[in-house]
């Protein structure tokens, strides 16, 4: 089985739509983190949680939101989906030493 | 605070021919520095890192990177690819002074051709 996992792995929706994706972790890492990859952009990251108590923005956190839910569990939602969020998402995790990220499968997500 | 610059978007290359990709950084601290490749349909994967010591590191499967801090460098090397290897690289660093952020490049896609 997969360290990381992500639901759904692909997902088409409309704009205006609310959508979360979810991201599971077997690893037992403390850190969880949200990235979106664009073309020829790397990834950026969106949100990211160092534990349950402790959320925080990254990068481009606007239009997103975060729950922490367990310790093996980080979601992420768009509130009101738009087409500019078209874009493959990842989540990943670490220890707290942070020198290696351990990354999901990615989730394609398309706004029409 | 960090940032990294992959130079070619795209490498193409012949199979058993070696390869160069290219990448720099700047940071006003030291750091650590990854390469990480995505094969297609996939999330990132480690394939080598530095931390600290020796500033030449290498993979399981035949790529090798250098630390170079004068010219702040980390350029992946492989003296013979194989198709398999075609996939995205993305060069990453992180400061070693506490925090966490670890700042990705742009990538750079190689393609082996036949």
């Known amino acids: 089985d997969a360290d990381v996992t992500q639901t759904p792995r692909n997902r088409i929706t409309k704009t205006g739509k609310r959508i979360m994706l979810e991201c599971s972790q077997t690893k037992g890492h403390d850190r969880m983190y949200w990235y979106r990859q664009d073309p020829g952009l790397g990834l950026q990251l969106i949100y990211y949680s160092f534990d349950v108590k402790d959320i925080n923005k990254g990068e481009i956190s606007d239009g997103y939101s975060v729950s922490r839910q367990a310790q093996a569990k980080f979601s992420l939602s768009l509130e009101s989906a738009i087409p500019n969020q078209t874009a493959l998402y990842f989540c990943?995790?670490?220890?707290?030493?942070?020198?290696?990220?351990?990354f999901g499968p990615g989730t394609r997500l398309t706004v029409l | 605070a960090q940032s990294v610059t992959q130079l070619d978007s795209q490498v193409p290359v012949f199979e058993e021919a070696p390869v160069e990709l290219r990448c720099n950084y700047s940071s006003s601290v030291s750091v650590y520095l990854f390469w990480y490749v995505q094969y297609p349909n996939q999330g990132l994967q480690l394939l080598l890192k530095y931390l600290s010591g020796s500033t030449l590191v290498k993979s399981i499967n035949g790529f090798e990177a250098e630390f170079n801090k004068s010219q702040t460098s980390f350029h992946l090397r492989k003296p013979s690819v194989h198709i398999s290897d075609t996939a995205e690289y993305f060069c990453?660093?992180?400061?070693?002074?506490?925090?966490?952020?670890?700042?990705f490049g742009a990538g750079t896609r190689l393609f082996v051709k036949a």
């Open positions: 990453a660093v992180r400061g070693n002074t506490g925090g966490f952020k670890t700042i």
């Open positions: 990943a995790t670490s220890t707290r030493a942070a020198d290696t990220q351990y």
